[in-house]
């Protein structure tokens, strides 16, 4: 074929030229539209692959493959960023944790009775449960923890932590959900209210605690009036008596 030429200035540069189906290695591969005008000018620069398709990783370190673009110059993965490396290996080892299994309903909310088995002797593979209120979900990939709390029969309040991928982890099971209440009242049973378990009675305690209030209140208020008409009724007296 003949050759293009171009004028730049002064000077006459000779443009490469090919067939479109015997693109260069650098136009195949490029990304930037400049890539092409760049390979026509400079020819030598066609035999360097450029980033095409971009693809992140799945999700997992086991999919990352050395990129080869020269023989699939179309494909091309990314490096992934230093969280995106922490985030696939909390995820693999999240997969690979016995407590991964369908049968274990994970989506529970804070507020809901759960009941938690764990192993007090891995080696005999004795178990023992302990059922409370989640009151906090600490989500941190492998490290997620659950805060649960109990009440005992005295009013000892009990609050534990327990890791949920924890090798001495079994399983979990729902026991109650509680859907009308709101996060203050969560928040408020957890360091007050010791006789109370269930988060929707909050409401209706805070309640009788405002009315208890402004009886108080209310009873202030009358003493006051009491000890004013008392006063200036006892000077009226010692006034008659003069």
């Known amino acids: 074929m003949r050759a293009r030429v171009a004028v730049l200035g002064k000077k006459e540069i000779i443009l490469g030229n090919w067939e479109e189906g015997d ?3 650098a136009v195949q591969t490029a990304s930037d539209a400049r890539t092409e005008g760049l390979v026509r000018r ?6 360097y692959s450029q980033k095409a ?3 992140i990783l799945n999700g997992r370190l086991s999919s990352g493959v050395k990129t080869n673009t020269t023989k699939e ?3 091309f993965r990314k490096t992934p960023k230093q969280y995106q490396v922490l985030n696939m290996l909390h995820h693999e080892m999240i997969q690979e944790h016995p407590t991964s299994r369908k049968e274990i ?3 529970f909310k804070p507020g809901d009775v759960v009941e ?3 192993y007090t002797s891995l080696k005999k593979g004795t178990t023992h449960t302990f059922s409370g209120m989640c009151v906090q979900r600490r ?5 997620t923890s659950i805060v649960l709390r109990n009440t005992e029969k005295d009013g000892l309040v009990i609050r534990r932590i327990f890791p ?9 099971r729902i026991l109650q959900r509680f859907t009308k209440f709101k996060k203050p009242h969560l928040d408020l049973l957890e360091h007050n209210f010791p006789d109370i378990w269930n988060p929707e009675e909050v409401h209706e305690r805070l309640e009788v605690i405002k009315q208890d209030i402004i009886d108080k209140r209310k009873h202030m208020i009358l003493v006051q009036e009491l000890k004013k008409a008392a006063l200036i009724k006892s000077k009226m007296l010692s006034r008659a008596e003069e």
């Open 105 to 107: 309903d994970f989506h």
């Open 139 to 143: 989500q941190n990939g492998y490290d």
């Open 42 to 47: 400079f020819s030598n620069l066609g035999i």
């Open 23 to 25: 693109a260069p290695l």
């Open 73 to 75: 110059p179309g494909r």
């Open 164 to 172: 949920i991928y924890s090798p001495w982890f079994k399983g979990l």
């Open 116 to 118: 938690i088995e764990m």
């Open 53 to 55: 398709e971009t693809q």
